[in-house]
């Protein structure tokens, strides 16, 4: 059975697929989501660069890049669409098992 932090993170990690993310930096970036499933569920946004970085409002994703440490920048990703993606899905299957 899988966790919501699970499919939230497969999700992205199609996402990231779909947007032709290479297959090393995909894998790279899933594995650092995995330790860090309580902080994927309240997120907004994931960063993605030489690091992955979590991220709950604009305003955090802007400290991003305004500190005083060089960011090496690869894309921001919105998680609301893909946690309210993943929830109705969930919603849907519950359904069909009590229909």
Known sequence: MYSLADIVRLRVARTLRDDKVSLQTLRHVVALLAGKERALLSARYVILGKTVRLAETPAEVA???TGTRRVHFGFVLELTPIRDW????????IQRLFD
């Open 86 to 93: 993943v929830v109705k899905r969930e919603a849907r299957l």
């Open 63 to 65: 400290a991003t890049f």
